[in-house]
């Protein structure tokens, strides 16, 4: 069940353009393509890999963003302004039975248009962790770990 490397960072800015703007002119990053999941988003580049996500942040977030990201913090200043941190993985049916073996409660997402399977846990403090594998995984998953009531965000 090794994680493989951190994939990413979402943050909930109060102001998306000028937020992207600073990571691209002062980190040099820059923005690239990204899925379209109904509420706005940018996504950061270093070379050919998305690092940094942005999707603004605040009290009036929309329902579509609510819906698929839940939100722990209104908070677009600080560090309460990092939503999650993203690790991509190997050994899905392994990490499901062990998260299972710790009684850690798990969000489970099928992302068809990324090929991912994805699950969201926190750690004692609160901080999201998603940690993405590849779909193809779902099928060496003994189907009663995939079954398992999701635990709310």
């Known amino acids: 069940m090794p994680l493989e ?24 990053l820059k923005e690239g393509p990204h899925p379209d999941f109904g509420f706005p988003v940018k996504w950061l580049y270093i070379g050919d890999r ?6 603004t942040g605040g009290p009036n977030v929309s329902d ?5 990201l ?21 050994g899905l049916a392994e990490m499901l039975e062990h998260l299972r073996s710790k ?28 940690l993405n594998f590849d779909a193809e995984e779902v099928k060496d998953v003994d189907p009663e770990y995939l079954d398992d009531n999701l635990a709310a965000e």
């Open 5 to 28: 490397h951190l994939e990413h960072f979402l943050i909930q800015p109060k102001n998306l353009e000028q937020t992207a703007a600073w990571w691209c002119e002062v980190l040099g």
């Open 50 to 55: 998305d690092v940094v996500h942005m999707t």
């Open 70 to 90: 839940g939100q722990q913090s209104e908070a677009v200043h600080g560090s309460g302004v990092v939503d999650h941190v993203a690790f991509r993985c190997t």
């Open 103 to 130: 009684s850690v409660s798990v969000r489970k997402r099928q992302v068809d248009d990324q090929a991912l399977y994805q699950l969201f846990l926190l750690d004692p403090n609160g901080v999201k962790v998603e």
């Open 64 to 68: 579509a963003r609510k819906s698929y």
